[in-house]
């Protein structure tokens, strides 16, 4: 949720960042008019409240011929102290609802617009070229063993596989080099659990224009983490942290699941759009003053992972309209597809301020040891959509694939070749 203070010195700031992601500015008033509605509840609930306590001094005062009148008085007020904490209760609740319904506020320098409406920032590498005519990621991997999408579907239905052989040495091999990079950089590792309380989904966002993309158990009432950003986003809820040696850094390795809802028709070959994945996540907190810098060291840390794969990328300022609504600022990484001659997403990383932090009520204690609300952040290291551009632009004449020399370690050889 953003700041209501924030809010009311600036609401222009606010409506503008409506504008910026394409959402409607009436809410900012909206919104405003709640504030003002339980700020106003709140006041005359609290003025009932000490009417009723000064009352309940003078009734122990007083003498038996003034009693009758004065607890007459007291029952008078007793019931306009309740009605009064109703109302209290209403506001409340009408404001969580307006609340929660603004999506957080986008950074200045964040482009306008929607997806097709993002900011180059950099491109490293030049787009694959080859003399021979590529097959594209899903060609390479069913000859080569490294992935069986037909089982998948009869297993699972459409957008599941298996991943195969070496093809699951490649991921196991992604991830764990990620795993030693995050742990280098200061980084605790987390396996986290892939199901999370109601409460903890809404509190990272996920649950308002996302929700039709996360899987509900409704026996449980419990949801698929569609990302370990949610369970790393509740693992200090409710707390105030210790952020006196700088910001505290996690990297969670997980199993991720997505509906993929409204993507019919997309993707629907190969291993780019599927239900089920596993991911490497950072996530940071820290003091809200540290946020911007902390963004770019996670954007650093990617580039160095997309190094390491050796593909060639571009980095993009995402427009306001393509933010999550917990997004104040995100960066994606594009990897060059050959087959698809287009850049693809591998890695995203988000500044989400102090929006999922007040949610969850995450705090830390400034330099006076007064209680404030720290901020969030969140990044891809590796994923294993990353299979993609690996085998797709590694790949030789004759079907063959190299693989790179950060990865040979874990898969164990430095070309995958076809079945003899």
């Known amino acids: 949720m953003i700041d209501l203070r924030f809010l009311r010195d600036n609401p222009d700031a606010v409506r503008a960042s409506q504008r910026v992601r394409g959402e409607d500015p009436t809410l900012v008033d909206a919104l405003l008019e709640a ?5 106003a509840a709140v006041a005359t609930a609290d003025s009932l409240r000490a009417e009723q306590k000064a009352l309940g001094k003078k009734v122990g005062k007083a003498s038996p011929d003034e009693r009758p009148v004065l607890l007459a008085q007291g029952k008078e007020l007793s019931a306009k102290v309740k009605e009064a904490e109703a109302a209290e209760n ?11 319904a603004i999506s957080n506020v986008v950074q200045e ?3 306008a617009g929607g997806e097709d409406d993002f900011v180059l920032l950099e ?4 787009p694959t070229e080859f003399d021979f005519t590529p097959r594209d990621h899903v060609d390479l991997g069913e000859a080569l063993g490294l992935f069986d999408m037909e089982r998948g579907a009869k297993v699972s239905g459409a957008r599941f596989y298996f991943l195969t ?12 080099l990620a795993a030693q990079r995050a742990t280098a950089n200061g980084f605790t590792m987390m396996i986290p659990p892939v199901l999370v309380r109601p409460e903890i989904m809404a509190g990272t966002g996920f649950l308002g224009q996302h929700s039709a993309e996360v899987y509900h158990l409704d026996d449980d009432d ?15 809820s409710g707390e105030i942290l210790d952020l ?6 996690y990297a969670g390795w997980s199993s991720c699941f997505r509906r993929e809802a409204g993507s019919y028709g997309k993707d629907t070959r190969g291993i780019i759009r599927v239900h089920q994945f596993d991911k490497v996540e950072m996530f940071v907190y820290c003091r809200p003053e540290d946020a911007a810098a902390e963004h770019e060291r996670l954007l650093a840390w990617e580039k160095e992972m997309l190094a390491a794969i050796e593909v060639p990328y571009r980095v993009i300022d995402v427009a306001g309209g393509d933010l999550g609504s917990s997004a104040a600022r995100k960066f994606d990484c594009e990897a060059w597809v050959p087959t698809q001659q287009t850049y693809r997403e591998l890695t995203s990383t988000s500044n989400c301020t102090t929006f999922q932090a007040r949610r969850l009520s995450v705090r830390y204690r400034d330099e006076n040891g007064k209680p404030q609300i720290a901020a969030t952040l969140n990044g891809t290291l590796a994923t294993t959509r990353w299979i993609v551009a690996l085998l797709e632009n590694h790949q030789q004449a004759d079907g063959s694939v190299r693989v790179p020399a950060a990865l040979v370690p874990f898969v164990g050889r430095e070309v995958l070749e076809l079945p003899r």
């Open 35 to 39: 504030d003002a509605s339980r700020r």
């Open 90 to 100: 209403e506001a409340a609740a009408a404001l969580d609802v307006a609340h929660r």
């Open 109 to 111: 320098g964040a482009p």
């Open 123 to 126: 491109t490293v590498g030049t």
């Open 165 to 176: 052989g070496y093809g699951a040495l490649l991921q196991l091999g992604l991830l764990q």
């Open 222 to 236: 419990l949801y698929l983490v569609g990302t370990s950003e949610v369970p790393l986003a509740g693992y200090h």
């Open 244 to 249: 006196s040696a700088g910001p505290k850094r």
